[in-house]
């Protein structure tokens, strides 16, 4: 499931969809990858797999955040270079 687009997804991706769209969809897909290794990573006992599955977590955090990021830029550009470039905005 994770790492692969559901068929949900596939079917909604067009030609015209826009990449706000397609950024939404990725976002969720992400949180439903972070959700699905939480899980396991709950029922494990094994060291190794633990460390596995806390790297993929964060990889996908990392992903998710970058996305965040994309959203934003799309949104609101100017916000974005604000954060970004880290203007001073002071009122003189």
Request: glycine share 4%; no cysteine.
């Amino acid at each position: 499931m994770p790492h692969h687009a559901p068929r949900e997804y596939k079917s909604m991706v067009k030609a015209d969809t826009s990449d706000l769209n397609v950024i939404a969809m990725g976002l969720d897909l992400e949180l439903k990858s972070i959700a699905f290794y939480e899980e396991h990573l709950k029922r494990t006992h094994d060291a190794l797999e633990k460390d596995s599955l806390t790297h993929m977590i964060g990889e996908d955090r990392s992903h998710y955040t970058s996305l965040e990021d994309m959203q934003l830029f799309l949104k609101n550009p100017q916000s974005w270079y604000t954060e970004h470039e880290h203007y001073i905005l002071d009122g003189a």
